[in-house]
């Protein structure tokens, strides 16, 4: 049967970032005033987000024909795909040493997101009247990738991907609440772009080593393109 090939879902405490996430942010935040005339504060701030993801336990299971077809666990002395008893439909068996805490995943998927920002504020007092302006912009990228089926073959993998910006600006007039009635007068601008991208792909293994029909009952079938 093929061999196990283990990634750890912890890394060691020695390496810089040791865990499953190693995230950091960062915000500053500057003021400027000219007495009660005019003030403005600037903030900028980012996050940036790296994860390792996409990891699943896996075991193997097929499908029970004393129980309605319904999923089982594959016992270690059966032997339902004509591979190997305790194997799956590729041959592949799980060790009975096999750690909870690791993965069978040929390859080690990953989450990372960075965002970046910042906001401008600025309000200028004239004749009793207040004018508030706020510029926004902030820009969010994620690329995400995964081995779905979580074993050692090169059978099933999934990715998505976002990079998106944005931009708006307010304006707005008011009165401060003098006098009688309180008035709010001003314009919104938005504009966003951003380019998304998500897909899935089978691995040369998942054609090469399923052969058509091969399944208790006929019931696994293959993939007629890629």
Request: aromatic share 12%; glycine share 12%.
């Amino acid at each position: 049967h093929r061999d196990l090939h283990s990634f750890p879902t912890r890394r060691s405490s020695d390496l810089k970032g040791g865990g499953n996430s190693n995230s950091r942010a960062a915000r500053l935040q500057l003021r400027y005033e000219t007495g009660e005339a005019f003030d403005a504060t600037l903030n900028l701030h980012g996050v940036i987000l790296n994860d390792r993801d996409g990891l699943y336990k896996f075991l193997n299971v097929y499908a029970d024909p004393n129980d309605h077809l319904l999923s089982a666990y594959v016992p270690a002395n059966l032997n339902p795909w004509g591979t190997c008893d305790g194997c799956d439909i590729l041959g592949y068996r799980t060790p009975s040493s096999y750690n909870y805490y690791t993965s069978a995943a040929d390859i080690v998927g990953y989450n990372k997101e960075h965002m970046l920002g910042s906001t401008l504020t600025m309000h200028g007092r004239f004749d009793g009247l207040t004018l508030t302006s706020i510029s926004d912009f902030s820009q969010y990228y994620k690329d995400y990738n995964e081995d779905s089926e979580s074993t050692p073959q090169d059978l099933t993998q999934f990715w998505t991907s976002v990079d998106t910006k944005q931009y708006s600006q307010e304006l707005h007039l008011d009165n401060g609440g003098d006098g009688k009635i309180r008035w709010v007068a001003g314009v919104y601008y938005l504009q966003m772009s951003g380019n998304y991208d998500e897909g899935s792909g089978q691995g040369d293994q998942y054609f090469a080593d399923i052969p058509p029909g091969l399944g208790p009952n006929g019931k696994i079938g293959r993939a007629s393109g890629r």
